[in-house]
């Protein structure tokens, strides 16, 4: 009897397993001292995000995925893990605005995660934490009730949980992608809208003919850097190029450098890193098919922070662009053949295309109740996707587990989890909204925050 009621008294813990209390000196010493390291850097850019953040709940909740990692090392864990699940390849910063669609290598325009500046090992339900609470941050700013939002939380956990079963001991996740022909709503929506676009539209974005020569445009968000910063940029290019597998890379000439801007402004969470877009010679001589290369700076992840060597660094080659791009390629079917890494100016860089065609899913087209619980099936497969496929399917080395097969081992009732997860991602979305008002009162007072 003991023991079921120590059983009984965990499963309560877990399923509200966070009070949310006021911490405006710890929420402020957080924001500061993660933000502080770019200061130096990127003041400007820093400032852009701390105005955005103090927009809303959900875009400070954006830009604060290292609150909440250092949150899930203290919080209680899930009922529903094991140590072997403590191995999933996660991408570490997995909110709603964090999906999207993109052409893979293939020439297939496919819906999937988006976002992997945030890649590490660590528990599955870190990324469905984080997941839900953004569905409840951003579902409330879009006029949507609460019941609507936990019907699509549950629809997303659920579906997540039924793609781990069917991948478990078949291999599917192998050639499981999201499409325009088994999606609907929203999300094909996001897929035909990424189809649409065209390499020409987004050079006319960036670039400008000057004569015959194609180069960026100057703008209040482009950039010129300086000659030193141009050339160590330009000098890093060996470097990238030979962090691309020697089947996958293009020729040489492919990867001239035409011209490099820096950019500001993009982003949330990553405000504050540095990046680049360097404009490539691309597959010809001709300026139609110039390519732009997305160079962003890469510092330790803030999974890593609380889970410390459990991705080991030799893994990596010691080069945190190497770790997002590792995580894109362990995440993605037909990956970016752009994506490599390198390091400039003691820093080091994550690189791929800025593709044509990638497409964000558009929050602002879930604003009425049906449309978050279409999108949330899509969410919850694309993520079981992200993370089977990132298991001892890609290199065994780092985990040696079948993650489809260990998380559905694990989560021994769906409905207790998908019970235990809502109740968990309401009760933070609280604390989200508590320390937004204490950021915001801390900027308005003129704290520093970076």
Request: no cysteine; proline share 2%; hydrophobic share 40%.
């Amino acid at each position: 009897m003991k023991k079921i009621a120590l059983l009984v008294a965990s499963a309560v813990l877990a399923m509200h397993a966070h009070a949310a209390s006021s911490r405006p000196s710890w929420v402020v010493n957080q924001v500061y001292t993660y933000n502080h390291q770019f200061a130096a850097t990127n003041s400007a850019d820093l400032a852009t995000k701390m105005s955005t953040m103090a927009g809303s709940p959900f875009l400070f909740y954006r830009g604060t995925d290292h609150v909440f990692m250092q949150d899930m090392a203290t919080l209680p864990a899930s009922l529903y893990t094991s140590v072997q699940t403590g191995y999933t390849w996660l991408g570490g910063d997995t909110h709603i605005g964090n999906f999207g669609s993109n052409r893979d290598s293939s020439g297939t325009q496919v819906f999937a995660v988006g976002d992997f500046d945030e890649g590490y090992l660590g528990q599955y339900v870190w990324d469905l934490r984080r997941l839900a609470v953004s569905m409840i941050l951003a579902g409330r700013e879009n006029g949507i009730a609460d019941a609507d939002i936990t019907t699509a939380i549950n629809t997303m956990v659920g579906a997540y949980l039924d793609k781990m079963d069917a991948f478990k001991g078949t291999g599917d996740e192998l050639t499981f992608q999201l499409k325009n022909g088994n999606t609907s709503g929203a999300v094909q929506d996001t897929i035909s809208a990424g189809a649409s676009d065209s390499r020409s539209s987004l050079l006319s974005k960036y670039t400008q003919l000057n004569g015959s020569a194609r180069v960026f445009q100057t703008t209040s968000q482009l950039v010129p850097v300086s000659g030193a910063t141009y050339t160590a940029l330009v000098n890093s290019m060996s470097g990238y190029i030979n962090s691309i597998a020697a089947s996958k890379q293009y020729a040489a000439s492919y990867y001239t450098v035409k011209d490099i801007r820096q950019k500001l402004g993009s982003g949330v969470g990553s405000l504050g890193k540095l990046r680049y877009y360097l404009l490539l010679e691309g597959p010809s001589s001709s300026t139609s098919d110039d390519v732009i290369v997305e160079m962003r700076q890469s510092v330790s992840g803030a999974v890593a922070t609380i889970n410390n060597g459990k991705l080991p660094a030799s893994s990596y080659a010691y080069n945190e662009g190497n770790r997002v791009a590792r995580t894109l390629k362990a995440q993605l079917i037909n990956a970016d053949v752009l994506a490599g890494y390198t390091s400039a100016n003691g820093m080091a860089f994550f690189l791929h295309e800025k593709s044509p065609w990638q497409q964000d899913i558009d929050l602002a087209a879930l604003s009425t109740a049906g449309k978050p619980n279409t999108a949330a099936t899509y969410l919850g497969q694309a993520l079981a996707s992200a993370h089977a496929l990132a298991d001892q399917d890609y290199d065994a080395t780092v985990v040696s587990y079948s993650i489809d097969k260990q998380v559905t081992d694990a989560v021994t009732s769906k409905s207790s989890f998908k019970s235990e997860l809502a109740n968990f991602a309401y009760d933070y979305a609280t604390q989200v909204t508590l320390d937004w008002q204490a950021f915001v009162a801390a900027k308005n007072a003129g704290t520093p925050l970076y």
